[in-house]
């Protein structure tokens, strides 16, 4: 599609011609800030429980993580059940769990409603990159049986990885039926059609250059501007331009993503039987899919510098070769990357700024968790902040360094982690 970063995905979108830019001052009950999954999950929920809102996007809709990411839906919070449990004991992990497999319903229950095209496909499989990582996905499954009787996990022996994926990598796993896979632009494009059929008024190649918390909130951009009586930040790594305030708790990291040649469906199934995504256990991991003509998607290998490899493709290869040697010299066909927000401990960062309220910091769990962020923000607008307070009420610190050193000191440590994977 034009106007969007080259991409499998924007190759392969469904038709959304570009929307105007504000130009001029206008009102509403609600401003939303950001044209991904988020901004768009809370646009579309403010116009259901009945106020006029307005969405502006910097560029287009999906621009940013939301249009590029790997599309894979991982069910939960990027913490694992055990680990909520030890930190928070298991009244509060069991209230999280909940929330989080919750998102896993909302997306679903979106695009059934809404009838989004966007390649749903069921199941997801994380895989354990080391003995001591499938035991431990032992321990999580009996753990949310007990915790929430969750029954679509399963655990993979090592022996039965072949009828999952075809890699000799992995030492087992664990089996999500309620996870899968979407194509993540025509989810965003799917959601921005249903906001708009419900009210709201989207403008894009608007960028917000100043916002106003107060009552009311007031967003400024370069040819108009929106004043409403709530605003909504849905920025995620981009959020820090905006609101300085927020720019140390979250890192910009940016994920590389390429996709081969089409393959026949023999190959793609001989590849992965199950069609499930796959994500690995490991720290700095690779993650990949079959998408709906045949590719494999795959991404691997993180960069922490705003500058991009100066090929893509070369610059995953040798993760996708090292999963696959089978696929060793196939063609690639598209390359792009894309920046995620990070937070510090990993855990989503929700909060309020006066008037406003934000979400934003999923760490790589952005596909699910995001519609879910949405929808809470305006459970809290509507006088029932319970559960938004639940999730903005997580533990979150900002990265260590100040201005100069922050960067440093995360690219320190996320190589120290790179190097534990492979001890």
Known sequence: MSNYPPSWYAASAEPFGPRAALDGSIEADVVVVGGGFTGLSAALSAAEAGFSTVLIE??????GAS??????????????????????????ARALVALGLEATDRVRSR??????????????????????????????????????????ARVVERKDVPAIVATEAYHGGMFDTAG??????????????????????????????????????????PRGKITAS????????????????????????????????????????????SDASIAESRFVLNYYRLTADNRLMFGGGEKYSPRPPADISAFVRPHLEEIFPQL?????????????????????HFGRIGNSLFAHGYSGHGVLLT??????MVEALRGKPERFDMVAGLPMRGFPGGELLRHPLYVAGMLWYALRDRL
């Open 58 to 63: 910097a560029r287009r809709i999906g621009w």
């Open 67 to 92: 249009g590029r990411n790997g599309g894979q839906m991982i069910p939960g919070m990027r913490w694992a059940a055990t680990d909520l449990a030890d930190k928070f004991g298991e009244d509060k």
């Open 111 to 152: 695009i059934a409603q809404h009838g989004i095209a966007c390649d749903l496909r069921d199941g997801h499989f994380h895989a354990a990159c080391k003995p001591a990582h499938l035991d431990h996905m032992r321990r999580e499954i009996d753990l949310l049986g007990r915790l929430v009787g969750y029954q679509s």
């Open 180 to 221: 899968g896979h979407i194509h993540p632009l025509n989810y965003a494009i799917g959601l921005a059609k249903a906001a708009e059929a419900t009210g709201v008024r989207i403008f894009e190649e608007t960028p917000a250059i100043a916002m106003d918390h107060g009552s009311p909130a007031v967003v400024t951009t």
């Open 230 to 273: 709530h605003g909504i930040l849905a920025c995620d790594a981009e959020v820090g331009a905006l609101e300085p305030s927020l720019k140390r708790i979250m890192m910009p990291v940016i994920n590389y993503n390429v996709t081969t040649r089409r393959l026949s469906d023999s190959e793609a199934r001989a590849l992965i039987p």
């Open 328 to 348: 060793r010299g196939i063609e690639i066909e598209h390359g792009w990357g894309g920046t995620i927000g990070v937070t510090m401990n990993r855990l989503p």
């Open 371 to 376: 519609t879910l962020a949405g929808e809470l």
